[in-house]
């Protein structure tokens, strides 16, 4: 059974429903959360005991019909399939089937009951070929559920490629809204693919109804999708990063390091040049044999400096200054002793820092 529930502003933005009391919109929430997959709750009482409702909530939930009751104390969300749409893949039926078998879904997606005409209280009826051919698409499509409300947002704003009016709105009842449009109807055989889709005002929509159209924006649309659709690729915010040769989120970063990280890397470790290369060397290896990939090489470097440091303290050969001149510093016994507590100070600090985590 899936886990996640979704809510349509469709329903729980009328005034209807914002009319009830806080306690009752808080039940109803409660309620579509731990429904199962077509809807159906067969613990509603354990859920009001469990947040504290009033036996008069749900009698107003009841009312005004956003539940919809049966005898044997099942209940089911009216607008259980206007808040969600399940994939095959994820999707589990109910286990009330009689429960179920005594309910239509109407043209919006709503439940509603049928007119019983016998002690049973059983009248099958099919569903709409459109609505099933509909629903089968969705559910076979390999978008995501996201993809409509991503791509109504992206083109929210721009032009219709129909009747050119600016699509801008979010209230199903908004004409100049930015709708999907399949360019192949699915009554048609057409699928739920980026390939076939375009994007176009509500007001066009419903004049073309199900005809079949050219491409209109379709190669917009794909574009648009593979910018946000991959929600794979590592997020690289640009602020935080050198572009280039240098860019810290790419390998090439420890395959030439700029002079200024090294050194800044050696004043606050305290170690030579080589010293730092070779642990750049090291994080190449270990992901080139593990197939490892970090989004901030630079931070991967400071880690295996700190741990090599942790690890092999007496390998570490401390960096001796120069003069201008490229004459070395000879270093008293006094300022080595100082130099050596630094260090020494430095691992202990480190090793802290390491046993925490």
């Known amino acids: 059974m899936a886990k996640k529930r979704m809510f349509s502003l469709q ?3 009328t005034d209807a429903f914002l009319e009830m009391p806080l306690s009752t919109q808080a039940l109803y929430f409660h309620l579509a959360m731990r429904a199962d997959d077509d809807g159906f709750v067969d613990n509603h009482k354990k859920i009001m005991k469990m947040i504290g409702s009033a036996e008069d909530d749900f009698k107003v939930l009841l009312t005004k019909r956003f539940v919809l009751g049966f005898e044997t104390g099942i ?6 399939r206007i808040n969600n749409l399940i994939r095959n893949d994820r999707y589990t039926e109910t286990t009330y089937i009689e429960q179920k078998n005594r309910l239509l879904i109407k043209e919006n997606g709503s439940y509603t009951e049928l007119d019983c005409d016998n002690k049973n209280g059983i009248k099958k009826i099919k569903k709409p070929k459109w609505l099933k051919d509909r629903q089968d698409a969705l559910k076979n499509s390999s978008l995501p559920y996201s993809f409509n409300y991503k791509i109504r947002q992206e083109f929210n704003g721009k032009i219709c490629p129909i009747c050119n009016c600016e699509m801008r709105g979010y209230k199903y009842s908004d004409n100049k809204r ?11 055989g057409g699928k739920h693919e980026v390939e076939n889709i375009s994007v176009i005002c509500r007001s066009c929509n419903e004049t073309i109804s199900d005809q079949e159209t050219d491409e209109l924006n379709n190669k917009e649309v794909i574009d648009v999708w593979n910018t946000i659709g991959n929600q794979m690729a590592p997020q690289v915010r640009l602020d935080k990063v050198r ?27 305290k170690v030579g040049n080589k010293f730092i290369l070779d642990r750049a060397e090291d994080v190449i ?24 440091i942790r690890k092999n303290p007496t ?43």
Not at 286 to 292: I, N, P, Q, R, V
Request: aromatic letters at 8%.
């Open 178 to 188: 930015p709708t999907i449009q399949h360019n192949i109807p699915i009554s048609k």
């Open 315 to 357: 390998e570490i050969v401390v960096k001796t200054k120069t003069f201008e001149s490229g004459e070395r510093k000879v270093r008293t016994p006094e300022e080595q002793k100082s130099i050596d507590a630094k260090i020494k100070k430095i691992r202990d600090g480190l090793s802290d820092k390491m046993s925490m985590k």
């Open 243 to 269: 572009l280039g040769k240098n860019n810290i989120a790419s390998i090439s970063y420890l395959k030439n390091i700029p002079k200024e990280d090294i050194e800044e890397l050696t004043e606050k470790y």
């Open 11 to 13: 329903i729980v933005d």
């Open 75 to 80: 209940m089911v969300i009216k607008h259980w």
């Open 285 to 308: 290896d270990y992901c080139e044999s593990k197939g490892k990939a970090y989004k901030n090489y630079k931070a991967a470097l400071r880690n295996f400096i700190k741990m090599h």
